[in-house]
């Protein structure tokens, strides 16, 4: 692994960066591909204004890639229109290229399990119409794979949190800045179920290691982070962190429909309420057997995030 291959990340959101750190950290050649310039990027990374949607100019701006990562967003009232053709991007530039795309995916695509751990050989039964798009496009990639027209990798996180993750979250700002404030958490659902969330440097780790290591391809995989518990015993660990306890305001389906007609997001938050209804687990013991235990534990992960946002809210 060294300069002479090239991987180019797609996409600079709050995932799309930390691959970013952590591709670089590990001595690999990095080019981002956004419409937008990311903040600062680390040493060691480039970046090219591409609209990925466009086939053409997102296989441009991979050339010489070895590995092409897929971690690409669209807004969430839109997804269904929006999300398929920057994905469809994506694809053409590892066809066009020959590089191994990695494509990072959540868990709509499966549907409700009935509070059965996911697990990577789990139909994709949603119904839902973002889990449907999504399976759809996960459908698009197996069919490119199966066609020899592309190698690819996937891996699946949860509802993820961190450093640097206010928006597009259940664990967001409206959980980690209202504990700070001393406000209390929104929260959608049961909080005394079993829930997974994923914590953005393990998904990125785990993502660099899909792209680095040939026993990842060909595969799904669910991605490592901290241990599962329930919603009320992770903010009890916020709750350590901010030195108070912290409180959960619940938010009905009801609720967030109200809410839904003044905000698009919380709108479409809605139909994917049942995750919150039932234990939601998401089982990465396939990925820790071939690749190695590799979540952080959860009380450091909320560590860390509390420290990012008490730094953001000092230097604001």
């Not at 504990?179 to 998904?203: K, N, Q």
Request: charged share 20%; with cysteine; net charge negative.
């Amino acid at each position: 692994m060294g300069q002479d291959q090239l991987h180019v990340v797609f996409g600079t959101g709050q995932v799309g960066k930390a691959l970013v750190t952590r591709l670089t950290a590990l001595g690999v050649a990095v080019r981002t591909v956004s419409r937008h310039r990311p903040d600062a990027l680390p040493s060691g990374a480039d970046w090219q204004p591409v609209d990925v949607a466009d086939p053409e100019a997102a296989a441009d701006a991979a050339k010489g890639a070895s590995v092409v990562y897929q971690c690409l967003s669209a807004p969430y009232s839109q997804w269904p229109e929006r999300f398929p053709p920057l994905q469809r991007g994506a694809l053409a530039a590892a066809e066009r290229t020959g590089a191994l795309l990695v494509s990072l995916e959540n868990v709509y695509g499966y549907g409700p399990t009935g509070g059965r751990p996911m697990t990577e050989d789990l139909p994709l039964a949603a119904t839902t119409v973002k889990g449907r798009t999504r399976a759809a496009m996960t459908g698009e990639l197996l069919a490119a794979a199966a066609a020899s027209r592309v190698r690819i990798a996937i891996g699946r996180a949860s509802d993820f949190f961190g450093p640097g993750v206010t928006q597009g979250s259940t664990l967001g700002e409206r959980v980690f800045g209202n504990a700070l404030d001393s406000r209390r958490a929104d929260f959608i659902g049961d909080p005394d179920l079993p829930h997974t969330y994923s914590y953005v440097p393990d998904i990125a780790a785990g993502l660099a290691t899909l792209g680095t290591d040939d026993r990842a391809v060909g595969e799904v995989w669910h991605l490592p982070g901290p241990e599962t518990v329930t919603t009320r015993a992770l903010l009890d660990l916020v709750g350590t962190e901010v030195g108070h306890p912290v409180a959960i305001r619940g938010l009905s389906k009801l609720a967030l429909r109200g809410l839904g007609l003044i905000n698009p997001t919380i709108r479409e938050l809605a139909e994917m309420a049942y995750q919150f209804d039932q234990p939601f687990i998401l089982d990465t013991s396939k990925y820790d057997a071939v690749f190695g235990a590799a979540g952080t534990p959860l009380p450091e992960a909320i560590a860390a995030t509390i420290a990012w946002y008490r730094n953001r809210v000092s230097t604001s």
